[in-house]
């Protein structure tokens, strides 16, 4: 693995109406925390061939709401890289909103991306477990 070379990942979800938590079709914010721990699992099978064991979160905003039927955009990039493990920043962007204000289908492809929630976790790779590239 160079050091040099940016280590990213990106997943784009449409958030499903099952997935409405609260009034108002509000989701709740652990499902965008859920797409951050897929996102850093991708990033140490990149790094490592594992998918280590995410030890935490060391920051955490919830920034704007997102509601079923919300098209998000997820992306985590490395900012550090330990011996085990590695440290990597968040973002979760809402590009499309849910409508139900106009009707049960409608919605819009937002000009800017909003940004939802922001967040900073540490994942570790057993060091017997690392096949580090």
């Not at 280590?52 to 060391?58: I, K, T």
């Not at 900012?79 to 590695?86: D, K, Q, Y």
Request: hydrophobic content about 40%; proline content about 3%; aromatic content about 6%.
């Amino acid at each position: 693995m160079s050091k040099n070379k940016e280590i990213t990942s990106t997943l784009r979800v449409r958030i499903g109406q099952e997935e409405a938590h609260y009034g108002g079709n509000l989701v709740e914010g652990a499902r965008m925390l859920k797409l951050f721990g897929d996102i850093i699992t991708e990033i140490a099978v990149i790094t490592d061939g594992d998918e280590g064991l995410f030890v935490g979160y060391s920051s955490v905003e919830f920034l704007a709401p997102v509601y079923a039927g919300d098209f998000i955009e997820a992306t985590g990039r490395v900012v550090r890289i330990g011996n085990t493990s590695r440290t990597v920043e968040f973002e979760a962007r809402k590009i499309i909103a849910s409508r139900y204000d106009l009707a049960p289908s409608a919605a819009d492809v937002l000009d800017e991306p909003v940004v939802v929630v922001r967040a900073t976790g540490t994942t570790v790779i057993p060091k017997e477990h690392t096949r580090a590239r």
